[in-house]
């Protein structure tokens, strides 16, 4: 088990592709980080909302969202999304889609890493 952090903008955006599995009807196991971490999303979300522009963007990308214990499942759940999600990106960008994004790809990348430095340390 390990902790993990995320900023909110990290975080949201995992969230927000199980959301979107669950909207869609593809679902998610019982056992997906979504059933555990849904309410913190939810409310957090409330939280941005709630926000104006500015305020909204200092903490996307300057807050933090933090997980004690968690299990090596879930973190390999976490770097299946976080794989999905560069895959997405690396797809825009191709593309020459304008929402294109390096930098974005190089974030999740980041997080990538750190997150198989973690199961990696865990054994």
Do not use: C
């Amino acid at each position: 088990m390990d902790t993990i952090q995320f900023t909110v903008h990290e975080f949201v955006t995992l969230m927000g592709i199980l959301n979107e599995r669950v909207r869609d009807g593809d679902g998610v196991p019982d056992t997906s980080v979504w059933h555990k971490w849904k309410k913190r999303y939810q409310d957090l979300d409330k939280e941005l909302e709630k926000l104006d522009m500015m305020e909204r963007a200092d903490m996307l990308f300057d807050g933090k969202v933090k997980f004690d214990d968690v299990p090596a499942p879930d973190i390999q759940e976490v770097l299946s999304l976080v794989d999905d999600h560069i895959k997405h990106e690396q797809s825009l960008i191709e593309e020459n889609d304008p929402d294109a994004d390096p930098e974005e790809v190089e974030i999740w990348q980041t997080l990538h890493a750190r997150l198989e430095t973690s199961l990696d340390w865990d054994g």
